[in-house]
């Protein structure tokens, strides 16, 4: 059981716009702990995709963007492309735990 | 550019240990914090701990409490997790990443390093 909870799969045919839903509880996201988003492609290491909630680090396309509202967090990727195919993850840090915690993952599939 | 790059994979037998190394490059070693995030195979992305390489401070998290070390060689750039009384549910793909300043989140990862455990 994940500490923050994502959907398992979302799909979305090339050029739409999908979104994966983060939701945490008082000790994380709403505690106003920082959401982060990652993407995972098959067999390599995350890559960072949005920090802080709502910030792109440098060569991330502006088709993805992030936001957060009380205990809850949203990736958004519009214009989807056959290469977006992939896990995402959103992580932040949780005070009961005292340490940092990741969701279940969201496979998305492009149609 | 900044890298991080893990030893090779390993093949365990259970109740022994294991030890990966990372070994950083492209940026001043000891300023940031560096974490290890393990994932068994098809399963999500698991915090363990980190370290902080200036100071040597490390956290781990409470699942892992008593059976994980973080520890740094400053002159090696080098950061090295030992995990103990391995099982066959530790067969995992093991990251270190940094965090870029405290942010509790990971701008740069390593390549991962397969541990499997196996009698």
Redesign the interface.
């Known amino acids: 059981q ?1 500490v923050l909870t994502q959907p398992p799969s979302v799909s979305g045919a090339p050029g739409q716009r999908v979104t994966i839903s983060c939701t945490g509880s008082s000790s994380n996201l709403g505690a106003g ?2 959401v ?1 988003w ?1 993407q995972q492609l098959p067999g390599t ?4 995709l949005i ?2 909630h709502k910030n792109r ?1 440098s060569g991330v396309p502006d088709r993805f963007s992030g936001s957060k509202s009380g205990t809850s967090a949203s990736l958004a990727i519009t214009g989807l492309q056959a290469e977006d195919e992939a896990d995402y ?1 959103c ?3 949780d005070s009961s ?9 969201t496979k998305l599939t492009v149609l | 550019q900044v890298q991080l790059v893990q030893s090779g994979a390993e093949v365990k037998r259970p109740g022994t240990s294991v030890k990966v190394s990372c070994k950083a490059s492209g940026y001043t070693f000891t300023t940031y914090t560096l ?1 290890w ?1 393990r994932q068994a195979p098809g399963q ?4 363990m ?2 370290i902080i390489a200036g100071n040597g401070y490390t ?1 781990y ?2 699942k892992f409490q008593g059976r994980v070390t973080i520890a740094r060689d400053t002159s090696a750039s080098t950061v090295y997790m030992e995990l103990s009384s391995l099982r066959s549910q530790d067969t995992s793909v093991y ?1 270190c ?1 940094r965090d870029p300043g405290g ?5 740069y ?4 390093t397969l541990v499997t455990v196996s009698s």
């Open positions: 994940s702990y920082d982060h990652y290491a995350p890559k960072l920090y802080v680090p993850y992580q932040s840090y735990l005292s340490g940092v915690v990741f969701g279940g993952g | 974490h995030v999500r992305l698991e915090w701990g980190w956290r998290s409470q990251f990443a942010g509790y989140y990971f701008d990862w390593g390549q991962g």
